[in-house]
Structure formats: structure tokens, C-alpha cells
């Protein structure tokens, strides 16, 4: 007896809409045909990994208060006013540019005498210079001026900066966590496919530092930057490609 050689006809569905129209059942949570069809496009790896980056201030402002009060109001503005041209002269002096100096002046009369006080502000990226000159102004001027305590904090700029080394850093970790894991089931890492930043957190004060025992004693300028010191936390979902053993000999 003669045999008929069968025929078959394949088709690649490239659209759910099209395996409705032939009749195939999608139930639902179940892969398409398509997906059926191509196993090695769903080869994956999904990670997840976090990581944490602390940074100190990188500004400090410091308040330095002059005032003077006399029954005539030249001699007022004449004792702030040499006062403050030495404070300002000393700052220019330590390398702070103008735009980081900010000072006001107030006038008032005060019962029969007439209060002159002036406040220079001054911001400084440098805090070995901040220490000195603050040194500097408490030995050579008397208790008149009033040397106030650094306020530290962090600029904007600095923040991102935290934020976007933290994201990283836990993309990488993400990396190394994936790579383990294929070398372990002796798969080949290739590139991510999906990376999704999934939890922050942002906390003042390095958490290994110990509260000061005695609250009435002031804080030293490094227990100050300790406690205005920004931890960022990141947490990170990535999907990795799996490269089949035949594309990773082709790439290499």
C-alpha cells in the first residue's frame, strides 16, 4: 500500500487576539502560545538587593554677633563697625568668598541710649578653616562679640548625591548577588532587563553613635557632624537576562 506523505502547517502567533481567533483557551494566569512557544525568551533571574551610604555635612554656617551700646549713637556705630570690619577682614582672610558672608545691621534706641548690633553669617565648606577662625575671633575680641556654635547641614546637591550613590551601590550588590547565583547553577549572567528602585529611608545621625550621657554638657564639633550626618537606604528589584550557552561561546 502506497503512503500519502502527511503535511503539516505551523503558524508563530505574535498576538493573543489571533489565538482567539483560532479557538485556543487562555485561562486565566496561563501563558499564551507565544510564550508557550519561546522558553528562551522568559530565561531569567530576578534579585533583589539593598545598600547603605552615610555622608557627613559639607557646610557649616556660624553666626558672629557685635553689639554696643552708648548715650551717642555715633559712638555706637563707630564701636560695631570697627569690629565688624576685623571679622570681615579675618574671613576674607581664611579663603571664604564673598557670596558665603552675609551681614545685617540693626539701629534702635533703646530707654535713653541708643543699641547698635550687627551679625555676620558665615557659610564655610571648610571646617579645619571654620575652627580656626572661630578660634582666631574669640582670642583677639572681647566679650562683646558673641562667637555662636557651627549649625551643620547638607546642601541640596549633597543629598542627591547620597541618594543616587545609595540606588547605585545597591544595583551593583544586585549584580554580584545574580552573577553568585548563576556561576552556583552554572548559568551565564546577562544584561538586566527590568531595575526598580522599591523601598528609601533616610535617617539623620549615624546609628553607631552613643547618645551623650550628660545632656547639659555641649556637644564637640565631631559629636555635631556625627549627629547631622545622613544615612540613605536603598532597596533594589532587578530582573537579569540568562544567556543560553550557545549565545554566550557566540559573544565571547
Same mark, same amino acid.
Given at each position: ?64 554677633? *557685635? ?5 551717642? /549713637? ?6 560695631? &563697625? #570697627? @569690629?565688624?570690619?576685623?571679622? %570681615? ?69 549633597? *543629598? ?5 550613590? /545609595? ?6 550588590? &544586585? #549584580? @554580584?548577588?545574580?552573577?553568585? %547565583? ?71
Amino acid at each position: 500500500m502506497e503512503i500519502t506523505p502527511a503535511q503539516v502547517f505551523a503558524a508563530l502567533l505574535t498576538d493573543p487576539e489571533k489565538a482567539k481567533k483560532l479557538g485556543w483557551p487562555l485561562r486565566r494566569g496561563a501563558r499564551s502560545p507565544v510564550a508557550a512557544a519561546t522558553p528562551q525568551d522568559e530565561r531569567e533571574v530576578q534579585v533583589s538587593a539593598s545598600a547603605e551610604v552615610s555622608a557627613p555635612p559639607d557646610r557649616a554656617r556660624v553666626c558672629v554677633l *557685635v553689639a554696643s551700646r552708648k548715650d551717642v /549713637a555715633l559712638q555706637a556705630k563707630c564701636s560695631v &563697625s #570697627r @569690629r565688624l570690619d576685623y571679622i %570681615v577682614q579675618s574671613v576674607r582672610s581664611h579663603g571664604v568668598s564673598e557670596d558665603n558672608i552675609t551681614v545685617t545691621k540693626d539701629f534702635r534706641r533703646v530707654e535713653s541710649a541708643y543699641h547698635m548690633e550687627a551679625e555676620a553669617s558665615i557659610i564655610f565648606d571648610d571646617f579645619s578653616k571654620m575652627e580656626n577662625l572661630c578660634n582666631l575671633l574669640v582670642e583677639k575680641l572681647d566679650s562683646s562679640v558673641i562667637v555662636g556654635s557651627p549649625q551643620f547641614y547638607h546642601t541640596t546637591e549633597a *543629598v542627591e548625591n547620597i541618594r543616587r550613590q /545609595a540606588c547605585l551601590r545597591a544595583v551593583a550588590n &544586585s #549584580r @554580584r548577588k545574580a552573577f553568585e %547565583v548563576c556561576r552556583l547553577l552554572g548559568q551565564s549572567l546577562g544584561r538586566p532587563l527590568i531595575i526598580r528602585e522599591e523601598e528609601t529611608k533616610e535617617n539623620e545621625g549615624l546609628a553607631s553613635e552613643a547618645p551623650t550621657p550628660d545632656n547639659t554638657k555641649p556637644l564637640t564639633i565631631q559629636q555635631q557632624i556625627s549627629n547631622t550626618s545622613v544615612t540613605v537606604y536603598s532597596k533594589v528589584f532587578v530582573t537579569f537576562e540568562l544567556k543560553s550557552k550557545e549565545n554566550f561561546k557566540r559573544n565571547n
